[in-house]
């Protein structure tokens, strides 16, 4: 498997107006929170496909949304073993990742994950320490960088 590509993704990382951090916890994976992140459509930029994601994921619209920030590279990850050959149709061994951070302009009122094709069960607002708990451990490495990179833009822990 090792011989597979790498899925072209993009990530979003949505934040408050204090920089706290959206997460919402996977519908079909209970206690795996995450941000919003998808694939990126053949002839689609990846910042056309993190606003895309955004409203297919959560329900927020592109233009209630400004991107502050994006990773300067990609960001690899690997599927663990007992889910490659499974998810992706088997086409994929991880995926690699550009990353947004994004600030939602406006109140929670704006978010609704009960799109058409639901991902999430749940969501809330959590500082950079409950992301990195919360996160699967599987990319819990990419998340740890994301924080750094991004540091100056987040909520401080609540103490």
Known sequence: MTDLPYRPCVGVM????????????RIDTPDAWQMPQGG??????????????LGEEIGVAADCVEIVAQSEDWLFYDLPDHLLGKVWKGKFRGQKQLWF????NGGDDLIDIATD????????????????????????EIYGQLVDRFDSLLAAPAI
């Not at 408050?16 to 959206?22: L, N, Y």
């Not at 990126?40 to 994601?53: C, N, T, V």
């Not at 951070?101 to 939602?104: F, H, T």
């Open 14 to 25: 949505l934040l408050d107006a204090q920089g706290h951090i959206f997460v919402g916890e």
């Open 117 to 140: 094709h639901p991902e999430f069960s749940e969501w809330k607002w959590v500082d950079k320490e409950e992301l990195l708990r919360g996160i699967v451990p599987f990319k819990r």
């Open 40 to 53: 990126i459509d053949p002839g689609e930029s990846p910042q056309d496909a993190a606003l895309r994601e």
């Open 101 to 104: 951070v994004a600030r939602l």
